[in-house]
Structure formats: C-alpha cells, structure tokens
C-alpha cells in the first residue's frame, strides 16, 4: 500500500470536487440573474439551483462545526461515514464518488 499514492488520488479527488462546486455555484448566480432579468426560469434550471442550494447548505453544514467544535476534525469524518451507512448525504453532491470527471 503506497501512502502517498493514495493522499496524492485523494487529494486531486478534494480538489476536483472543489472546482466542480465552484462552477455550480457560477451556473447558480447565472440562473438567478436571469431569473431577476426575465421573471422565469426553465425545470432543468430550477432543478440545477435547488441542488446547488443544498449543496451550499451543506458545506455550511459542515464547515462551521470545524471552527466551532473542539476536535470536531476527528468527529465529523466519523459523523459522515454513520450517516452515509444510514444513507444520509451530509456531503455536497460534487464530493459523491459517482461525481469524478
């Protein structure tokens, strides 16, 4: 088993993850000016803004507790991987390993 083989995929995955949010979160701000613009917006485009929605819920969700919460770096891995076993998704949709371009 190489360690850093494996940080190294994980790290990318992080990363890619990352920049997949940030383009969702552009494609969000673009649907609402045109929605601001026009006063309407297609289903697909409702779909794709609700899901960011709750993406940004969810990294909310998680980030604060890692400023808040003594030793919460240790809980919260713990807390997702029980949550996932109970098919709840605590992670944003880009972080989902069927996301991986």
């Not at 790290?11 to 026009?38: M, P, T, W």
């Not at 803004?49 to 030793?71: A, C, N, R, Y």
């Amino acid at each position: 088993m190489n360690v850093e083989k494996t940080l190294e995929e994980h790290a990318h995955h992080f990363l890619l993850s990352i920049k997949i949010e940030y383009n969702g979160d552009k494609e969000a701000v673009s649907i609402i000016q045109k929605y601001i613009k026009e006063g309407k917006i297609s289903d697909e485009e409702d779909h794709i803004l609700k899901t960011q929605l709750m993406d940004s819920l969810k990294i909310i969700g998680i980030g604060i507790p890692f400023v808040l919460i003594p030793g919460a770096s240790i809980l919260m891995p713990i807390l997702i991987k029980v949550a996932d076993m109970h098919n709840i998704e605590l992670m944003p949709s880009a972080f989902n390993d069927g996301n991986k371009s």
